[in-house]
């Protein structure tokens, strides 16, 4: 590959805890969950998409759902605060291996 090739990235994704303080529950399909991670996503315009996701609240592995992050200042600060963190840490990457 040229250096000068274009390189497409179709996807940047990282996955943040949600610190103990600021999770919530959410029902889907008449079951509880606890959200304690989000999947924050950059868009190709440059804003973020952010899904939550968790566990039955009565326990069990239960399934896979995500769950919209409600506009609560907090979270929208942690979901900020984690995109910077995450561009830091891609910014310094020593390669594969």
Do not use: C, Q
């Not at 992050?69 to 910014?91: C, I, N, Q, S, T």
Request: hydrophobic share 40%; aromatic share 6%; charged share 25%.
């Amino acid at each position: 590959m040229s250096s000068d090739a274009r390189i497409e990235v179709s996807a940047l994704a990282i996955n943040v805890t949600i610190p103990e303080g600021l999770r919530w529950t959410d029902t889907r399909r008449g079951e509880e969950f606890t959200l304690t991670t989000l999947n924050v996503r950059l868009l190709p315009d440059g804003r973020l998409a952010a899904k939550a996701y968790g566990r039955p609240t009565a326990g069990g592995r239960g399934t896979y759902v995500s769950f919209p992050v409600p506009e609560r200042p907090e979270l929208v600060a942690l979901v900020d605060r984690a995109a910077g963190r995450a561009g830091e840490l891609w910014a310094t990457h020593r390669g594969l291996g």
